[in-house]
């Protein structure tokens, strides 16, 4: 299974700008981070944060997930993912790394590693590398992030986390739900 990983902010309450200027409110939000089967287009696992959670702390449990179900052959990520501990995990677990990393990244590196092999090959030439290793596949991500907030909004409406956690999970049944639906062969076709 290669996975396209993500995240996006969604909105704790759908109070207005002016209520929370007026009223000095914190809006807050939770992060709520996806991961795409390239495949099937579908999401097959999310992971719900607060707003202070880096998306790089996410990716090792994200991918524990998914792969007590089925084997991962690659990730795909953005600059977010990038540090020496994703990389290492992933290695470790023999999945390819497809994440960009800085521009500033260093070629030295103290053993031949996952990332000095990325950071080389991104170096030399990012757009062969973009490529080579299906980079522009991180679109699934992006489009389900969009139909997922179309569809149920950029909010959620609970007010304590677990039940916010149960809210977003729902919704990404719905979500895939409809997807199932949109690529099922129509009733003309049978």
Request: net charge positive; charged share 30%.
């Amino acid at each position: 299974m290669t996975l396209a990983v993500d995240a996006s902010g969604i909105k704790v309450a759908n109070r207005g700008e002016w209520m929370r200027q007026r009223w000095r409110m914190r809006r807050g939000f939770l992060k709520i981070h996806i991961v795409v089967d390239v495949e099937m287009k579908q999401i097959v696992t999310i992971e719900i944060t607060d707003d202070r959670t880096g998306n790089g702390k996410v990716l090792k449990p994200l991918v524990e997930q998914i792969e007590e179900q089925c084997r991962v052959v690659k990730v795909i990520a953005d600059g977010a993912y990038d540090s020496s501990s994703n990389f290492s995990f992933l290695e470790e677990w023999e999945i390819e790394p497809v994440i960009r990393v800085r521009n500033n990244s260093s070629r030295r590196a103290r053993s031949f590693s996952a990332k000095k092999r990325v950071v080389m090959e991104q170096l030399r030439d990012r757009d062969r590398w973009k490529r080579w290793a299906h980079y522009s596949f991180r679109w699934m991500t992006k489009t389900a992030l969009s139909v997922f907030e179309q569809l149920f909004g950029e909010h959620v409406i609970a007010k304590r986390f677990s039940i916010m956690a149960r809210e977003l999970l729902l919704k990404v049944f719905f979500y895939n739900l409809f997807m199932r639906l949109s690529h099922a062969p129509s009733a003309s076709c049978i």
